[in-house]
Every structure is written in C-alpha cells, then in structure tokens.
C-alpha cells in the first residue's frame, strides 16, 4: 500500500474516531464491525511512525491509546499509563494491606 504520510495519517485519526465512537457506543454494537475497525486500526498503528502526530491521535482518543498499548505491552509494558498514577496506586495498595495486616482477627499486632 502506497500512501502518503498525510494519507497515512488521515486513515489513522479516522480509524481511531470511529473505534472511539463504537467504543462509546450507547447502542448495541456489531461484533463484526467492531472486530474490523480495530484489526485496520492496529495494522495502521503497527505503521505509524512514532511522532508528535501519533501522540496527538493517542491523546484524544482513549480507546485507540488502549489498543496501541496492548500492541506494544510485550516491549514496553503500559508504555502510555502514567508512571505516577500507577505508583501512586501501588503504594496506596500496600498502605492498606500493612494497616490491614496490623489490626487483622488473630494475628499478633505489628509494630508500625
């Protein structure tokens, strides 16, 4: 396929509309339909350059960021959630799991 980098860009942003507008869907939504606009969705992420454009496509519209994040998860992980907010999550976690352990029935109470 023979497209220009506009072109390219193009299909992207209206690829991740539309999975955006299905993703929100209030009415039920075909499977099929569905299955097919993120599998061209994917192929045209899979060939985006990575550049200010993409993240400008990712950044507004969630469900497109989710599925380029799954496409890359076995590289870089969650590459697009936000460090902070995840650490922030996981401290929050593991302040409550110690205060829980503290107080827990039948368990000798642990020094702070």
Known sequence: MNTTPVT???NLLVLAQMLE???RSAQAVDAEQYRTVAARLAAELEA???DATLDGV?????????????LNYRHAGLCRSPLDAALGAELAARTAIDGARRFAPGQPAQPA
């Not at 990712?58 to 799954?70: G, I, K, S, V």
């Open 48 to 50: 985006a350059p990575r």
């Open 58 to 70: 990712l950044q507004a519209c969630p469900a497109a960021a989710q599925l380029y994040e799954n």
């Open 21 to 23: 507008r299905l993703d």
């Open 8 to 10: 390219a860009h193009m």
